[in-house]
Every structure is written in C-alpha cells, then in structure tokens.
C-alpha cells in the first residue's frame, strides 16, 4: 500500500499510527468535515446522546449529586469529550461528571487542549488530558470509571482485544463500554457507491486540504479492514462484556447501524 500498511510489523504499527496522527493533527478537524461531508458531527451527537452521560443516579443522593467518571479513550482533538460534558451540563444541570481524555499522541492531545480553552470547561478540573496506550492504561485504576467512550480510534489500535480487556479493567462494575467507529455498508450497492468514494476522493481531498496523500490513504485501508459488526460485537462480548439487548441468537442485535452502517456504535455492560 502507499503506506506499506501491509508490510509493517505489528510491533511497528504504534510508531506508523503515531505518524500518521501527528501528520493531520492540525487539519483533522477540517478534514473530518470534508471527508464525511459533516456527517460526522451528526454521528458524534447521536453517540453522546444515546449515551446520555450527566449524573449518575446509582451513586448520587440528592444531597451529595455526583457525576460520572468518563474515560474518552483516543480522544484526540477533544471532539467527544466536549459533547460529553456540554450534555450532562445542559441535559443534566451538572457540574461534576468529569472526562480524562486519552490519546497516544501528543500532537493530537496539544490541539485538545487547544480547543479546550475554547469551552467552558478548561480550568474546571473537569477535563484532563493523559498520553497513553488504550492497550496499557497503567494511569488507571481496576473499577474506576463509570463510562468509557472510544470513537474513530480503536480500529488504530494493534491489539484491539487487549484495548477491549483493558476497558474491562478500569470499568466499574455496571460501567458501560461505548465504541462509535466506522463499519460495513449494508446495502451492497450503497457498498460500492461509498467504497469508489472513500478509495479515490479521500486521499485526494488529504492531498488538497492538507497536503498528505498518504495518511488519508492509510485511514481509507483501516477501515476497510476494521472487523464487521457482529465479528466486533463478539469480540467485545469474549472480553466479558454483557451485549445490552442481545437476543437469544445474538444475531442483529448488539450494535446500532449509522448512515446504513458506515459507522456503528458498539456498547457493552461490565457485569
Ligand atoms: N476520538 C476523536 C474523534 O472522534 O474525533 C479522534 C479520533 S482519531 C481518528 C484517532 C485517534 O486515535 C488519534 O488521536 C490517535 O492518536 C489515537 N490512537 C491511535 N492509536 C492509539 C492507541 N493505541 N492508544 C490511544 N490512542 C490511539
């Protein structure tokens, strides 16, 4: 590939996926915009609502209300971690669910807190930022957090199994495990209408907007090659995770198609 996507060890793809975010990360937010043709925004909010973060009614007295513990993992540029706080502060009326976002990559996190100066949220506390590995969240403890988002990352990830377990890990029992990432087309026609799009107009829009070629051409494969959405599904639930509304076959059920399954949301319940 133009990348040599195919060809790099596993062991090397942190360092290749490092490249490739400190390359777009001042471009990406303007280049998610053009590529999804602002669908993405939409994707985000439908997430974070779904998930309607704000104050945890299982722990909280009305005396003592206390927000939720969010973990944003490869939350890269803060995009998700502001929508989870502006909903539980304008839903919610709450002032102290906090989110730490993660991200392996420092030139991402750097825009973050960029853009967090931005929001209402800066010198809160209720926002922190951590340089990290999803596979090895040392930084992190057995059971602490209430809720762990991960959107448009974890297909970066090289070992995404140990990622999920690791997710296992930190989250308290009852937390929710919550993954927003792209997926399979459904309708085969549709399949073949957006691969022509993605294969050939992303890298070239890569090229004009931001001058890289290759990176947008390597986003482009990892999606492609991203599990399906009931191998994902399996795979969440092998790390322990119980699949809300999961039938009695399993089959359908587990994830939430969006824009006829070009992304998917993927929960999961620690028991
Ligand atoms: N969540 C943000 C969003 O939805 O806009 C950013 C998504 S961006 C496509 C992917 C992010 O995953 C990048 O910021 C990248 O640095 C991060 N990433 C890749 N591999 C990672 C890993 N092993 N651990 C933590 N973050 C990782």
Redesign the pocket.
Known sequence: THFGFETISEDSK?DR??AV?SSV?AS??TM?DFMSLYI?RLW?DHFVRSLNPGINPLTSSSSEPQGMNIL??????G??AFRLLDHATTIHNDQTTRVTV????PD?LAEGRKRSLETPYASTGRLNFIE????KLDAIPSDSVDLYT????IR???HKDT?IREAFRVLKPGGIFAC?EFSKVQNQLFDAVYKRWSFSAIPLIGQIVAGDRDSYQY?VESIEKFPSQTEFRDMIRDAGFVIPGEGPDGEGYGWENLSGGIAAIHKGMKP
């Open positions: 942190d996926v490092g975010f990360a990406y937010d998610n993405h985000k944003d993992i490869a939350g890269g540029t995009d998700i993660a991200d392996i990559n991402m990290t590995n999803a596979e991960v959107a448009f990352g970066n990830f090289t990622a927003l986003l």
